[in-house]
């Protein structure tokens, strides 16, 4: 069968999380797709749980688990997801899309489909992460600062659009492009020479090279997924502990401290002029040596505006 996509998971004992992945998965409004999952370094019953699933619900698309035992210099997330994108890879065309996931996502219906209709010739499409409104009731602080962040981003974005607009990338779009939801074709993968082996990082290291490669990025509003708003996750540094300083601050009863919207007007200005010299690779190149903004500023209020 040609498949038109393969969803590639990294999994480390989420046994807890798996099935509900999966369910998701068999819900889509296509089902002509793959799911490759890496099972790494586990000590619980990640597989078992996976398997289990997929017979409960007679899923439709393909699912192929692998499991392995990196060494500890490998034991991590770039090595895992690389092992899933990579088997994805093989199972697809030159022109099949591979869409990265993460264990402890639940994706709406249409995620497969979105993904498929916005990921076109050289487009890297990230997709919004929303927090799973399933523990919402459980993690409360979370959701509260969740909800300013998406203010201030969403008026970030604003000024953005505003000042420096890209082509490709037009609004309405969010900012978001990790592993909890991007696709790129296999042959976009392949040039970029796949995921980073880096123990952190390696979504957006991946995007950069796709970039560098060629590719364009994308953040279409209509591609989406939820991501568990857990404190203790597996990847060092990733979104998991993002949520544990959230909850830090609400226990403490501070306010996160973020960049001015001054600092983002200025910011969009010199992309604007960079970018008709450099273009759109050595741009971001260019970025990362300029002295990090301040962060000068309260986290403003959800109805708060720039």
């Not at 708003?229 to 403490?252: C, K, L, P």
Request: proline fraction near 5%.
């Amino acid at each position: 069968m040609n498949l038109a996509a393969c969803v590639c998971v990294p999994a480390r004992n989420e046994a807890q999380h798996i099935g509900q992945l999966i369910e998701a998965l068999a819900q889509q409004t296509v089902q002509n797709f793959a799911a490759a999952i890496c099972i790494n370094n586990s000590s619980d019953a990640t597989r078992a749980t996976a398997m289990s699933a997929m017979r409960k619900i007679n899923a439709r698309f393909h699912l192929h688990v692998f499991e392995c035992e990196f060494e500890p210099g490998l034991a991590h997330a770039g090595s895992a997801r690389r092992a899933a994108m990579d088997l994805g890879a093989e199972l697809l065309s030159a022109d099949g899309i591979l869409i990265s996931t993460d264990a402890d996502c639940r994706p709406p219906e249409i995620w497969v489909e979105a993904n498929l209709q916005h990921c076109a010739t050289d487009h890297i499409v990230g997709g919004r992460i929303e927090l799973d409104e399933l523990e919402a009731d459980a993690m409360p602080a979370i959701f509260s600062i969740r909800s300013r962040f998406d203010a201030y981003w969403a008026a970030v974005r604003a000024i953005e659009d505003a000042i420096d607009p890209v082509e490709w990338d037009m609004p309405p779009r969010h900012g978001d492009h990790t592993g909890a939801s991007l696709a790129l074709s296999v042959d976009l993968y392949r040039r970029a020479g796949g995921v980073p082996l880096i123990s952190t990082g390696e979504d957006h290291a991946l995007v950069d090279a796709a970039i560098a490669a060629g590719g364009r990025l994308v953040h279409p509003n209509v591609v989406w997924t939820r991501a568990s708003a857990r404190t203790a996750g597996r990847a060092e540094a990733g979104m998991a502990a993002d949520m544990q300083r959230w909850i830090d601050y609400a226990n403490s009863g501070n306010v996160p401290i973020v960049p001015a919207f001054v600092h983002w007007e200025a910011r969009a200005r010199w992309r604007r002029r960079a970018r008709k010299v450099l273009g759109t690779t050595a741009l971001r190149e260019a970025e990362r040596s300029l002295v990090p903004m301040p962060c000068d500023m309260l986290l403003p209020e959800a109805g708060a505006t720039a």
